[in-house]
């Protein structure tokens, strides 16, 4: 607000004006500034209207337009099982800015691949079945109302879990000497493979990155 001041004579209305109000709006009377965008500095300009006894004045003042922060929301992490696929851009909202994407950290034992905003897991090691921690870093992109900004978003990687079943039922003992008997199990996982292994005890499968031990 801006106030006029004399020693004698009646004054005119005081108005506002702004010199970029793409960037900062001003109420012509009341003087209420309405940000726009970023912007260094907006020239505000008060002008007293000349009346019979006064004379026309103005007066200047730069302010400058700040960006907001910008929100960012991530979903809850998520778990995927190995050589699997997640669009982390599902996962994200509030955004303005342009959003991109980046592996900070990947914990499978051979790497995954991020394509855009698709992550595809890669593989474990074969002689434990822990998991992996994958971490995309998602940014949004400054805009000329907000700046940039970035969170960090994991996704576990898991091996599938197999079920072991035994194909005969009513085999229980077997004779010394009698070499013709045998065992037989299958496993079957979430990924729909069955894997066959003839022994007296069953071992994890060939592609043991891949899936979890069982016995």
């Given at each position: 607000?801006?106030?006029?001041?004399?020693?004698?004579g009646?004054?005119?209305?005081?108005?506002y004006?702004?010199?970029?109000?793409?960037?900062?709006?001003?109420?012509?009377?009341?003087?209420?500034?309405?940000p726009?965008?970023?912007?260094?500095?907006?020239?505000?300009?008060a002008t007293?209207?000349r009346t019979?006894?006064?004379k026309?004045?103005t007066?200047?003042?730069?302010?400058?337009v700040?960006?907001a922060?910008q929100?960012?929301?991530?979903a809850?992490?998520?778990?995927i099982?190995?050589?699997?696929?997640?669009?982390?851009?599902t996962?994200?909202?509030g955004?303005?800015?342009?959003?991109?994407?980046?592996?900070k950290?990947d914990?499978?034992t051979?790497d995954?691949?991020?394509?855009?905003?698709t992550?595809?897991?890669g593989?474990?090691a074969a002689?434990?079945d822990?998991?992996?921690?994958?971490?995309?870093?998602?940014?949004?992109?400054?805009?000329?109302?907000?700046?940039?900004?970035?969170?960090?978003?994991?996704?576990?990687?898991?091996?599938?879990?197999?079920?072991?079943?035994?194909?005969?039922?009513?085999?229980t003992?077997?004779?010394?000497?009698d070499?013709?008997?045998?065992?037989?199990a299958?496993?079957?996982n979430q990924?729909?493979?069955t894997?066959?292994r003839?022994?007296?005890?069953?071992?994890q499968?060939?592609?043991?990155s891949?899936?979890?031990k069982?016995?």
């Amino acid at each position: 607000k801006a106030t006029a001041s004399n020693t004698s004579g009646t004054e005119g209305a005081i108005t506002y004006s702004s010199n970029a109000t793409s960037y900062l709006t001003v109420g012509s009377s009341d003087g209420k500034l309405t940000p726009k965008a970023y912007h260094a500095g907006v020239t505000i300009t008060a002008t007293l209207a000349r009346t019979i006894t006064v004379k026309q004045a103005t007066k200047t003042r730069t302010i400058a337009v700040a960006k907001a922060g910008q929100t960012l929301t991530l979903a809850a992490n998520a778990t995927i099982y190995v050589n699997a696929s997640l669009d982390v851009s599902t996962k994200v909202s509030g955004n303005a800015g342009t959003l991109s994407y980046a592996v900070k950290s990947d914990g499978c034992t051979v790497d995954g691949s991020l394509s855009g905003s698709t992550y595809t897991a890669g593989t474990l090691a074969a002689d434990n079945d822990n998991n992996g921690t994958v971490v995309i870093t998602v940014t949004a992109a400054a805009t000329s109302q907000y700046d940039a900004v970035s969170k960090d978003y994991t996704i576990t990687v898991q091996k599938y879990t197999s079920t072991l079943s035994w194909s005969e039922t009513t085999l229980t003992s077997v004779t010394y000497g009698d070499n013709s008997q045998v065992v037989k199990a299958t496993a079957s996982n979430q990924n729909s493979y069955t894997i066959v292994r003839w022994a007296w005890t069953c071992v994890q499968d060939d592609t043991a990155s891949n899936y979890k031990k069982i016995s």
